[in-house]
């Protein structure tokens, strides 16, 4: 069984920030920024391309909601919405999880950055409307 299965299952504690029937909202263990939240479908998915639109669908609403809760009630000024999808994206627990990570000024610890476009971007376009 997976470590969020095991979660979800109670068999492993963790701090709740929200539950209902399919979906539970824990603070991540490592509080990225205050108020780190994880949010996970109750039934395990390896990663959300695999999980039918519909139920992801629902987990974002509920994402959304949480996140606004967050972010109002620890004074954030605004929040990321992650999702690691496969190792060389960073996931590194199996179990499909969306990160709210509240966001409170350009000194906290998160950082993404894009680097120069050098493709041909009608060739992109090509290879991703191939079929
Ligand atoms: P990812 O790298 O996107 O798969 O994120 C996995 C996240 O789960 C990491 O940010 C970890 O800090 C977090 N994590 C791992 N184990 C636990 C746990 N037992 N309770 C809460 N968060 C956890
Ligand atoms: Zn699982």
């Known amino acids: 069984m997976c470590i969020f299965c095991s979660i979800i ?7 709740k920030v929200y539950e209902d029937d399919e979906t539970l909202a824990i603070l991540d ?3 990225t920024t205050k108020g780190h939240t994880l949010v996970m ?3 395990h998915y390896d990663n959300f391309l695999a999980m039918p639109s519909k139920e992801f669908g ?3 609403e509920k994402t959304k909601d949480i996140a606004a809760k967050v972010t109002r009630n620890l004074d954030a000024k605004g929040c990321n919405i992650l999702i690691n999808t496969n190792e060389v994206a ?3 627990v199996m ?5 709210i990570i509240p966001r409170y000024d350009e000194t906290d610890t998160v950082s993404f950055s894009f680097t120069e476009n050098k493709l041909d971007l009608d060739e992109v376009l090509r290879q991703i409307n191939q079929d």
């Open 90 to 92: 960073g996931q590194s």
């Open 95 to 99: 179990h499909t999880h969306v990160h």
């Open 58 to 60: 629902k987990l974002m």
């Open 9 to 15: 299952e109670g068999n492993i504690p963790s701090k």
């Open 29 to 31: 263990i490592s509080q």
């Open 41 to 43: 479908p109750k039934k």
